[in-house]
């Protein structure tokens, strides 16, 4: 079962329409027991990092979604799930967050005030690096955007996907191990989303040097 990780964060239901909407069922759970049983992991979200953290540290799913993260369980975040992952957030104030990547998010502040925050729209991401997940997906696809922070990973390898925006590159998409992640919605992107949650909903957790099929979606 693909469990859809939910953390008061929004988008859910989204995120399992896209599901049904490829013929793969997505379970909506707050229970770390069952995040912990997953045979794959969405970590999904949109809303705020300091609200997000408090609600996995009480819930319990701080430490599920990390062990999870180490156990090889394929790991899908968007968005919020994906700044999440990482030591720190400058939202909020500044807010300590998951630490299962190294690196921090920072806010955009653009020098232009034509160029608005939130970002959001349909821009263009280039792969930065050969992924299963990206196999025969083309680079400079569209997907849609809608945040005001962005990831800045400590490990340049660790970044897959990039964007510009306001003048500059950012980070829009991660990967290590058996984690991917997005700071686009794939939910929301149209088939280009479809095809890349397609591929993940295949991938069997490892990484690029082991880039050969994992049987059948579901």
């Not at 013929?23 to 995040?35: K, L, M, N, S």
């Not at 690096?129 to 490990?155: C, I, K």
Request: charged residues 20%; neutral net charge.
């Amino acid at each position: 079962m693909t469990v859809i990780v939910d953390y008061r964060a929004g988008n859910l239901t989204s995120v399992q329409w896209a599901l049904e909407e490829l013929g793969c069922p997505g379970r909506i759970t707050a229970d770390p027991a069952a995040v912990a049983a997953a045979e794959r992991i969405i970590f999904p979200g949109v809303g705020a990092a300091g609200a997000a953290m408090a609600f996995l540290r009480t819930s319990g799913l701080a430490e599920a979604l990390r062990r999870a993260a180490r156990s090889g369980t394929p790991f899908l975040g968007i968005c919020l799930g994906m700044q999440i992952l990482f030591e720190r957030s400058e939202e909020d104030d500044g807010v300590e967050t998951l630490g299962i990547l190294p690196g921090e998010v920072r806010r955009f502040r653009p020098a232009n005030p034509r160029d608005k925050v939130p970002h959001m729209g349909w821009n263009r991401v280039r792969w930065a690096r050969a992924h299963p997940v990206l196999a025969g997906l083309p680079s400079e696809e569209y997907f849609y955007f809608v945040h005001s922070y962005y990831a800045v990973p400590t490990r340049p390898m660790d970044v897959l996907g990039v964007c510009d925006y306001a003048g500059a590159p950012f980070c829009a998409a991660v990967a290590h191990a058996n984690l991917i992640a997005t700071q686009f919605h794939i939910e929301k992107s149209g088939r280009a989303g479809l095809a890349l949650l397609e591929r993940f909903l295949r991938w069997d957790g490892r990484g690029a040097d082991n880039d050969r099929p994992g049987g059948g979606p579901c």
